[in-house]
């Protein structure tokens, strides 16, 4: 049996989409709400997706906080908590406040590096 590319693609395609869909806690919001998290089969394919930690895929994505919201999803706790919107909306404000830091933090941490390297180089001369 010879796989068929189209099929294969559709599936990365498609797998790819549904694991950045986790960034959104909102969206994990309406999965519990609806008893996705309550569902075996769906836990198990939670946990088969956790391939998409792996370099080879990871390059893919756009939103890499999802693999962190898929690692937590493998935790029975994590899963039930959804259902409550505040525990949504709490995530949520964390992300953004994550990213209006990170660029800032990383930006100083840019700025000496660069001020290192030039200091070293002024030093050696």
Known sequence: CVPDDTGNRLRFQLELEFVQCLANPNYLNFLAQRGYFKDKAFVNYLKYLLYWKEPEYAKYLKYPQCLHMLELLQYEHFRKELVNAQCAKFIDEQQIL?????????????????EQQQQNNTSVK
Do not use: I, P, V
């Open 98 to 114: 994550h990213w209006q830091h990170y660029s800032r933090k990383r930006m100083r941490l840019q700025q000496a590096l660069a």
